[in-house]
């Protein structure tokens, strides 16, 4: 993942922000809650390293989709970003999801297509966005959340662009927003303005943790749903101290209320190190929040040599 690539992180202030003041609305009118839906993934199932990590050795590429959905809840599903899935495509997805013993269930949350939110800006996308719209829609009940990523060109003068899309969409799919032009945060009366406008939309917000982008951790919520971005740089001992922060700052949001948390941990590069990192997740979160994630199963590495 490019975007918000830092070369130097000793350089990089990675304390978590403090929440931004809109989050009181939505508390005001939560209890706190303890027993959130809370799914955590990567965003990728198909990494030959995970075979004989957290897929079998024996592990077949075409059996990987089944593998992940064994070890891990949710998926932030970047294949839709790409094209629109085909109806063998999503039998073959919800098939594959199908008996995980994962608890809460297993999700799926895709991406809008690049087509509709990068090429096309949100503009004349009504035919393409409908067939997106049926085929995950189709996913039924293995479908989360939707991601709307905006592209680092859309700003705040095209808001009535993005509110009229958003009235657009159905009532009952699920929507995140990501904004990723600076100009949507640097001023505080448009971000504020922003917040309500989904509030009032029943839309969700994005919130990314990355290294070279810190306005993109605005620690704003338009809704008792979280959905977060957490992007690692490979194995760096700030991922776990980020996490740390993380957990602690999700156990006073779980006192407060929130509903439910995505969180999709990347960890940086070919994501090679993700499963580590979403064990560690997992862990401290079952241990600081008192939930009951089951923990993907990391089988241990066989040392050259240890055979003998």
């Not at 897929?55 to 839709?80: C, G, M, V, W």
């Not at 063998?88 to 269930?105: D, V, Y």
């Amino acid at each position: 993942m490019e975007f918000g690539k830092a070369t130097n992180l000793d350089a990089v202030d990675f304390t978590l922000p403090a929440d931004h003041p809109a989050n009181q609305r939505i508390w005001d009118s939560l209890e706190p809650n303890k027993n959130p839906e809370v799914y955590i993934g990567g965003p990728i199932w198909a990494n030959k390293q995970y075979v004989g990590k957290i897929y079998p050795s024996n592990a077949k590429e075409k059996d990987f989709l089944h593998h992940y959905t064994r070890q891990f809840n949710t998926i932030e599903l970047n294949l839709t970003h790409y094209q629109i899935p085909t109806p063998a495509m999503i039998s073959r997805w919800k098939q594959e999801a199908t008996g995980s013993p994962m608890r809460p269930p297993f999700v799926y949350c895709p991406k809008f297509p690049q087509a509709i939110s990068h090429e096309r800006g949100l503009v004349a996308t009504e035919a393409l966005t409908e067939d997106f719209v049926n085929a995950v829609l189709d996913l039924e009940e293995f479908l989360g959340t939707t991601f709307l990523q905006l592209p680092p060109t859309f700003g705040p003068d095209r808001w009535p662009i993005l509110e009229k899309y958003l009235k657009s969409l159905p009532d009952d799919l699920k929507v995140a927003v990501e904004f990723r032009h600076q100009d949507w945060f640097s001023q505080p009366e448009v971000w504020q303005r922003t917040l309500d406008r989904l509030h009032a939309l029943r839309r969700d917000v994005v919130i990314s943790d990355v290294a070279g982008r810190r306005d993109v951790l605005h620690m704003s919520l338009s809704s008792p749903v979280l959905v977060l971005r957490f992007i690692a740089n490979e194995g760096h001992p700030s991922d776990y101290e980020r996490t740390d922060a993380w957990v602690q700052r999700l156990s006073e949001w779980f006192g407060k209320g929130l509903q439910t948390a995505y969180l999709f941990v990347h960890g940086g590069g070919e994501n090679d190190t993700a499963p580590e990192l979403i064990r560690y997740w997992v862990r401290r979160l079952n241990a600081v929040c008192g939930l009951h994630l089951q923990e993907p199963t990391l089988r241990p590495e066989v040392i050259q040599g240890s055979l003998f």
